[in-house]
């Protein structure tokens, strides 16, 4: 579960610096002692492509869908599209992906806390790693196909949402 947490936390920085960045067009390269990395940016969606793969940033202007999620969207929250995305990385050893959502709602976070221990607590692998009684923090799955969801009061004194989801594990 660690790996999936880095991973899932490396993906929402990604998609928080392309978000920063504004999105555009445009193609680098950047060549170091390493190896190549061809960067392009089209619209909302960086490609990297390397020796050992290419991977995919994109911000998403939509809601993903539950099934993208693999978990609840919680009843009446918003969806906040500059903090949500995903990330495509393929390789040869296969294709993984994460999807993440941040959603926002004027409901305590007890209450929104409560609905999701009740909805995540008898999926495979679920995990309350809560180390705080301000949020929560909620693991389900497995090293392969693993899901977190992060619940916490946020700065405007709403409460925040912050779902990622790891699928097509490498």
Known sequence: MRKITIILLTAAFVIGVLTATGCGSGKTTIVTDEGKAEISEEGNKIV????????????ADELPTEEDLGVPIYPDST???????????????????????TLMTDDSVNKVVAWYKDKLSGMP??????????????MVGDEAEGRIVAIDRNAQ??????IASRSGGQ
């Open 125 to 138: 692998g679920f995990s309350d790693v809560t180390a705080s009684s301000e949020g929560a923090l909620f």
């Open 157 to 162: 004194g709403k409460t925040e949402i912050s």
């Open 79 to 101: 969806y906040d599209k500059e903090s949500s995305g995903s990330i495509s990385t393929t390789t040869e050893e296969g294709t993984s992906k994460i999807v993440s959502a």
């Open 48 to 59: 990297t492509e390397t020796g050992e793969g290419t991977t995919t940033t994109e911000v």
